[in-house]
């Protein structure tokens, strides 16, 4: 069966730190990944999604970045953080039909800026 | 562009009771309708979903129904329970992302 892993869980960070989270999928090959943020009792706002290795898609200008270095392997990574860069983040993968498809979220990890 | 409304924000039922959640998308190359629930502190869980030439499908307690030329789609849950109170989300599908709604806080009351 298919698994996402997402790591850290929470993190705290202070303004102007770099960040890395990780994301890696197992059970599955050449899904499709996505990056949300969820701001406190807000909705999923899409960051990046990535159909294939080195390809990647951004959906909001910001100072993040993502990377996807494996074929399951998702990063998503900021220089210098902000205030507002606080929330939870969420990795997902899905089946690459290239059409309708279900998708899975990971555990998710709650970022804190300071 | 693409955009997906989900009403209402905050739903409370008495235990036993229906609940309805609607969802508008504006895409009309939506093809695949997914729902999510969302439990505190955890990612969001698929509970159900309805493709284009589906006009209805039902899972047990839970039923999800789409009207392609409205561009309506919604969430039925019928004999609520407590463990049902979560945040719902619904979302539209077009090639490759998710579009979701904004999210139903429902509660249901013992």
């Known amino acids: 069966s298919q698994t996402i892993h997402q790591w850290p869980a929470t993190l705290v960070q202070p303004v102007g730190s770099p960040l890395s989270l990780e994301c890696t999928v197992e059970?599955?090959?050449?899904?499709?990944l996505y990056w949300y943020r969820q701001a406190a009792g807000r909705g999923l706002q899409l960051l990046f999604y990535s159909v294939g290795i080195g390809q990647i898609s951004s959906e909001v200008p910001q100072n993040l970045s993502a990377s996807r270095p494996q074929d399951r392997q998702f990063i998503l990574s900021s220089k210098k953080l902000l205030l507002s860069d606080s929330g939870f983040y969420l990795c997902?993968?899905?089946?690459?039909?290239?059409?309708?498809?279900?998708?899975?979220f990971g555990p998710g990890t709650r970022l804190t800026v300071l | 562009g693409e955009n997906v409304e989900q009403h209402p924000s905050t739903l409370s039922v008495q235990e036993g009771d229906s609940a309805v959640i609607k969802c508008t998308y504006s895409?009309?190359?939506?093809?695949?309708f997914p729902w999510y629930k969302q439990e505190l502190g955890k990612g969001p869980q698929l509970i159900i979903d309805i493709r284009s030439n589906v006009g209805e499908k039902k899972d047990q307690r839970i039923a999800v129904t789409l009207n392609k030329t409205a561009k309506h789609f919604s969430l039925h849950i019928t004999e609520t329970q407590p463990e049902d109170s979560a945040v719902y989300f619904c979302a539209a599908f077009i090639p490759y992302k998710y579009i979701f709604g904004t999210g139903t806080r429902l509660k249901v009351l013992a």
């Open positions: 895409d009309s190359a939506s093809n695949y």
């Open positions: 997902a993968w899905s089946v690459q039909t290239g059409g309708q498809g279900e998708q899975f």
């Open positions: 059970g599955t090959s050449n899904p499709n």
